[in-house]
C-alpha cells in the first residue's frame, strides 16, 4: 500500500487526547483541507464552527449524551449542512424579483441532503488531512440531538442543520485498529438483499469480529446487541424527535420585507 491508503488502514478514533495543543498552521493546514472537498456544484453547502469557549464546550460534553472528552478535547469543530448563507445572499441580490422562474421560499429536503453531503465530505477529508498530521479525531453524531439547546448555543439559523461535530487532538494512548465489517458490503450493478444463508453468514462475522468487546449476556446474536445498543436504545427516539424538528425548521420559509 502507498501511504495514503496505510493511513486510512490504521486510522481509528480518538478520546484520550494528549495536553500539546495543536499549531496555528496545523490548524490552518486541516481547514485548507476540508475546503478542498468535493462540494456539490462548487457552492460550498456547509459551514465550519471552531468551539473554543470552555464553557461552551462543557455544555456540548453534557448534551452530547454525557462524552467528558468533549471538553477536554483541544479542538472542537462543528460541520454545518448550510444554506442559510446562499438564501442570505438570494435575499440580498433580489432575485425574487426575477422573471420567468418558479420560486422557492425555502430549501427543502433534497437541498438539506445535498448539503449533509457536502458537509460530511469536508469533514472526512479534515479526518484524514489531521490524521497524517498526527492529529486523531473522533466524531459526535450526537450534535443532532436536544435540538432546541444546541441551536440556542450555536446561534444557528433556520436553514443551518448541525450534522457532525469533531473532536480532534494529538493521541495520549495506542490506538488499536477497530475491526470492520466485510461481508456483503460491495453490490454489483444493483441492490442485493441477503438471503437467510447469506444473514446467517453475517451475524456469524460480526460475531467474530468483535468477540473482544463481548456479546451482552443473554444475546442470541449481535443482531440482539445492535438493536438495544443502537437501534432501540433511548437515545435513538431523541435523536429521532430532533431530526425531524431541525427538518421542519430547515423547511419554514423566513419571512421577507414586502
Same mark, same amino acid.
Given at each position: 500500500?502507498?501511504?495514503?491508503? #496505510?493511513?486510512?488502514?490504521?486510522?481509528?478514533?480518538?478520546?484520550?487526547?494528549?495536553?500539546?495543543?495543536?499549531?496555528?498552521?496545523?490548524?490552518?493546514? +486541516?481547514?485548507?483541507?476540508?475546503?478542498?472537498?468535493?462540494?456539490?456544484?462548487?457552492?460550498?453547502?456547509? !459551514?465550519?464552527?471552531?468551539?473554543?469557549?470552555?464553557?461552551?464546550?462543557?455544555?456540548?460534553?453534557?448534551?452530547? $449524551?454525557?462524552?467528558? =472528552?468533549?471538553?477536554?478535547?483541544?479542538? /472542537?469543530?462543528? =460541520? +454545518?449542512?448550510?444554506?442559510?448563507?446562499?438564501?442570505?445572499? =438570494?435575499?440580498?441580490?433580489?432575485?425574487?424579483?426575477?422573471?420567468? +422562474?418558479?420560486?422557492?421560499?425555502?430549501?427543502?429536503?433534497? $437541498?438539506?441532503?445535498?448539503?449533509?453531503?457536502?458537509?460530511?465530505?469536508?469533514?472526512?477529508?479534515? /479526518?484524514?488531512?489531521?490524521?497524517?498530521?498526527?492529529?486523531?479525531?473522533?466524531?459526535?453524531?450526537?450534535?443532532? #440531538?436536544?435540538?432546541?439547546?444546541?441551536? $440556542?448555543? @450555536?446561534?444557528?439559523?433556520?436553514?443551518?442543520?448541525?450534522?457532525?461535530?469533531?473532536?480532534?487532538?494529538?493521541?495520549? @494512548?495506542?490506538?488499536? +485498529?477497530?475491526?470492520?465489517?466485510?461481508?456483503?458490503?460491495?453490490?454489483? $450493478?444493483?441492490?442485493?438483499?441477503? !438471503?437467510?444463508?447469506?444473514?446467517?453468514?453475517?451475524?456469524?462475522?460480526?460475531?467474530?469480529?468483535?468477540? !473482544?468487546?463481548?456479546?451482552?449476556?443473554?444475546?442470541? !446474536?449481535?443482531?440482539?446487541? /445492535?438493536?438495544?445498543?443502537? =437501534?432501540?436504545?433511548?437515545?435513538?427516539?431523541?435523536?429521532?424527535?430532533?431530526?425531524?424538528?431541525?427538518?421542519?425548521?430547515?423547511?419554514?420559509?423566513?419571512?421577507?420585507?414586502?
Amino acid at each position: 500500500m502507498n501511504p495514503t491508503l #496505510e493511513l486510512i488502514d490504521a486510522r481509528t478514533s480518538t478520546r484520550v487526547y494528549a495536553e500539546t495543543s495543536l499549531t496555528p498552521e496545523e490548524r490552518h493546514a +486541516v481547514l485548507h483541507a476540508a475546503m478542498r472537498a468535493p462540494t456539490a456544484g462548487n457552492l460550498m453547502l456547509y !459551514s465550519i464552527i471552531e468551539v473554543g469557549d470552555q464553557r461552551l464546550k462543557d455544555r456540548l460534553a453534557v448534551i452530547c $449524551d454525557d462524552q467528558p =472528552f468533549i471538553a477536554k478535547a483541544p479542538w /472542537v469543530l462543528v =460541520f +454545518v449542512a448550510d444554506y442559510q448563507k446562499w438564501i442570505d445572499l =438570494f435575499e440580498h441580490g433580489d432575485v425574487w424579483s426575477l422573471e420567468g +422562474v418558479e420560486h422557492r421560499d425555502a430549501p427543502g429536503p433534497g $437541498d438539506l441532503m445535498l448539503a449533509c453531503s457536502d458537509a460530511l465530505i469536508a469533514a472526512q477529508t479534515a /479526518v484524514i488531512a489531521a490524521e497524517s498530521l498526527g492529529i486523531g479525531s473522533c466524531y459526535i453524531g450526537d450534535i443532532m #440531538e436536544r435540538a432546541e439547546e444546541v441551536s $440556542d448555543l @450555536l446561534e444557528l439559523p433556520r436553514h443551518a442543520f448541525p450534522v457532525a461535530m469533531l473532536c480532534l487532538g494529538r493521541p495520549a @494512548l495506542d490506538r488499536p +485498529v477497530q475491526p470492520r465489517m466485510t461481508r456483503n458490503m460491495v453490490m454489483r $450493478d444493483r441492490y442485493h438483499r441477503l !438471503s437467510a444463508g447469506e444473514r446467517d453468514a453475517t451475524l456469524r462475522e460480526l460475531a467474530e469480529t468483535f468477540a !473482544s468487546g463481548g456479546l451482552k449476556a443473554g444475546a442470541r !446474536s449481535y443482531a440482539d446487541v /445492535v438493536y438495544r445498543r443502537k =437501534f432501540a436504545a433511548p437515545f435513538t427516539h431523541e435523536l429521532n424527535r430532533s431530526v425531524a424538528w431541525w427538518l421542519e425548521r430547515w423547511q419554514t420559509p423566513e419571512p421577507r420585507d414586502g
